[in-house]
């Protein structure tokens, strides 16, 4: 089990960093096309703030949002409207929001379930601020704040954060066996 000080794997291991922020914006696209409107934002932007630096996470979070917009509008077809864009950008600066929240949690001192747990409720309430405050002046749907619609995000989000964290534990399980094992060439027969 991983510790708090091993999570983010921030400055010994840029590759590493770089083929999150490639996971990330990936896991996008493939909840994009799995949830619609419903794309976990929240999960991305918590991860992104708990497994990487603050300017990679930056990065991983503006490809998701990128990425779901280009799912969005090529495969999914979402009406090319002044609303609809209008709503897309609000969801990027949600996000951006969400992923501010989740690195303030990161200053507080405590275990990695609570500040993972922290990390999450904080960035949930950032993002959906955000877009409570825009529907104000942007048109959505009559229940689109209901209870039972903001616990189904919540669900969704929470989920994609546990399945998140669990595939880094295992990226970095296997870094660390990788990194374990003997040098080959070292292993030579004594003649």
């Known amino acids: 089990m991983l510790e708090r000080n091993q999570l983010p794997l921030r400055p010994a291991a840029p590759a590493f960093a770089v083929a999150w922020v490639t996971v990330i914006a990936g896991a996008s696209v493939a909840l994009s096309l ?8 929240v999960a991305l932007a918590a991860v992104s703030a708990v497994a990487l630096p ?4 930056t990065m991983a979070v503006l490809l998701a949002w990128l990425a779901n917009q280009a799912v969005g509008y090529l495969v999914l077809g979402y009406p090319q409207t002044f609303d609809s864009f209008a709503w ?18 990161l200053r ?25 405050a825009a529907a104000v002046v942007l048109p959505s749907g009559d229940g689109a704040f209901s209870a039972a619609v903001v ?7 929470a989920l994609a954060v546990i399945g998140l964290i669990c595939l880094h534990m295992g990226a970095a399980a ?18």
Do not use: H
């Open 34 to 41: 799995v949830f619609a409107c419903i794309t976990p934002f």
């Open 54 to 57: 603050r300017q990679m996470a």
């Open 88 to 105: 897309g950008l609000t969801i990027g600066i949600a996000a951006f929001a969400s992923l501010a929240a989740s690195l303030g949690v």
């Open 108 to 132: 507080l001192e405590a275990g990695l379930a609570v500040t993972i747990a922290g990390v999450l409720i904080a960035g949930f309430v950032a993002y959906e601020a955000v877009l409570f």
């Open 151 to 157: 616990a189904e995000v919540l669900l969704i989000n």
């Open 174 to 191: 296997g870094r660390a066996l990788v990194a374990a094992q003997p040098d080959r060439r070292c292993l030579k027969p004594l003649l």
